[in-house]
């Protein structure tokens, strides 16, 4: 069965420090996979998706990154968090037609 | 461009129907989507409907679709509290092209 894992489950980092959060996509090949943000407020934002290794699409210029190293691996990046990158990140993967299957999600706390 | 409204907030008692509404504005939707998030956690796939199809019914989930005003309807029948939770809309034309998503309807369940 296919299954998709995203880690750490909350993180706290310092304005200024990097970031990298990481998400695997088990049971399946050559996956559609997402990088959403979820703000306070409830609403998603799709930061990034991937069609194929090496492949980024950014949805939202910002300070953030993503690579796609391996076929089911997508990681999300930055160099220099901001106060601003605080939310609640869930990596996703597609499949048709039922949608997206979400990862457990990612709390950020810059402070 | 896309857009999906969702009120923000419903309130039902317990063994009561909920019902949760949503519009869109893209008429090139093919699938839509509800999709519900528990406190802290990722959003968990509900059902979804093709748009050629008017009605939806799974066990205690019915989705109505009416593609004339762009609506789509969630019901819930005998709410228990474990329906607790935000309940998102989304919107795709499909073929893996982008899933819109409301800003979610947090229902709260009274005992």
């Known amino acids: 069965s296919q299954t998709i894992h995203q880690w750490p489950a909350t993180l706290v980092q310092p304005v200024g420090s990097p970031l990298s959060l990481e998400c695997t996509v088990e049971?399946?090949?050559?996956?559609?996979l997402y990088w959403y943000r979820q703000a306070a407020g409830r609403g998603l934002q799709l930061l990034f998706y991937?069609?194929?290794?090496?492949?980024i699409s950014s949805e939202v210029p910002q300070n953030l990154s993503a690579s796609r190293p391996q076929d089911r691996q997508f990681i999300l990046s930055s160099k220099k968090l901001l106060l601003s990158d605080s939310g609640f990140y869930l990596c996703?993967?597609?499949?048709?037609?039922?949608?997206?299957?979400f990862g457990s999600g990612t709390r950020l706390t810059v402070v | 461009g896309e857009d999906v409204e969702q009120s923000l907030f419903l309130s039902v008692r317990e063994g009561d129907s909920s019902v949760i509404n949503c519009t869109y504005t893209?008429?090139?939707?093919?699938?839509l989507y509800w999709y519900k998030q528990e406190p802290g956690a990722g959003l968990q796939l509900l059902t979804y409907?093709?748009?050629?199809?008017d009605m939806k019914q799974d066990q205690r989930l019915t989705v109505l679709l009416n593609k004339k005003d762009k609506h789509l309807s969630l019901r819930i029948a005998d709410t228990q509290t474990g329906d607790s939770a935000i309940y998102f809309c989304?919107?795709?034309?499909?073929?893996?092209?982008?899933?819109?998503f409301g800003t979610g309807t947090k229902l709260q369940v009274i005992p």
């Open positions: 049971g399946t090949s050559n996956p559609n």
């Open positions: 409907i093709f748009s050629n199809m």
């Open positions: 996703a993967w597609r499949q048709e037609p039922g949608g997206y299957t």
């Open positions: 893209d008429s090139s939707s093919t699938y």
């Open positions: 991937s069609v194929g290794i090496g492949q």
């Open positions: 989304a919107e795709s034309p499909g073929g893996y092209q982008k899933v819109t």
